[in-house]
């Protein structure tokens, strides 16, 4: 009897799953940027946003190149000790990559780079997840935000994400003072809702630069310490790594066809 089609599986993401093709073709591209490129910027994100960051990658593309992957993946092809390390001094890099951080491989000098990773700096609504800046509460009666009072409409979102309100002739009221969050509360998916609708930002895309390289005397240079923050929300979707993706499985389809070719 043949199988029945309703009780198929069907995947309901576009991400693919990164399997062994993919890694080894991302220790490729990590090799080979290593050999293009005399230098190489290990820095740590903040609150990732992809939009934000495609438009950095697309301002630095003619002097320079993003790798973020799997730490472990960049780990071996870096090289974990100076005995199997890719170049001299490469394997202190790879010592660091532990938590939301990524490699720039690029030709500027040093201070370019730190000045450019630095200059990133973006407000934006923090996510569910993330840690709360600050404390916001709301007072009882009309409701409104930086625009003005809020549409009617809006009245039964509101209570949906758990705010005592009602409509008075077509003006939201609320119905009792609220505490929206509490200063280093983690966010629930309300509470960021919430926080979108009044317009309050609470998170910072950002990049800071903690550790340099450079093939000019094979020199490891610390730049800042490791300041992870495990509540920070932004963990960069599949979309970041696209470029990444793509770049691997050419390169190791590459590899591939040239085996073949001998």
């Known amino acids: 009897m043949p199988k029945s089609k309703r009780n198929k599986v069907v995947s309901l993401t576009k991400a693919k799953k990164k399997d062994r093709t993919w890694k080894e073709g991302l220790i490729t591209q990590v090799r080979n940027a290593a050999e293009e490129f005399p230098s190489v910027c290990l820095f740590r994100y903040h609150n990732m946003r992809n939009e934000l960051f495609k438009d950095l990658r697309e301002q630095l593309k003619d002097s320079s190149r993003f790798v ?15 005995a199997d390390e890719l170049r001299t001094g490469l394997s202190q890099i790879s010592a660091k990559l532990a938590g939301h951080v990524g490699l720039l491989f690029t030709r500027m000098a040093k201070d370019e780079v730190v000045a450019a990773l630095e200059e990133v700096h973006e407000e934006d609504f923090a996510r569910a997840g993330s840690a709360a800046g600050q404390e916001f509460k709301l007072a009882a009666g009309p409701l409104s ?8 409409t809006l009245e039964p979102t509101l209570r949906k994400h758990g705010l005592p309100t009602k409509l008075n002739k077509g003006v939201v009221e609320l119905l009792a003072d609220h505490v929206v969050c509490r200063a280093g509360q983690t966010l629930d998916p309300n509470q960021a809702a919430l926080l979108r609708v009044f317009g309050v930002k609470m998170a910072t895309f950002r990049l800071t630069p903690l550790a340099w390289w450079s093939s000019d005397g094979d020199v490891f240079e610390e730049l800042n310490e490791y300041d992870g923050n495990p509540d920070e929300d932004g963990e960069p979707d599949s979309g970041l790594m696209e470029d990444d993706a793509a770049a691997a499985a050419a390169a190791a389809a590459g590899e591939q066809q040239q085996g073949d070719d001998s």
């Not at 973020?68 to 100076?82: D, E, I, R, Y």
């Not at 935000?145 to 009617?152: D, E, F, M, Q, V």
């Open 68 to 82: 973020m992957g799997s730490n472990k993946v960049l780990q071996v092809a870096l090289g974990k000790t100076p």
């Open 145 to 152: 935000n930086a625009t003005g009072p809020l549409p009617h």
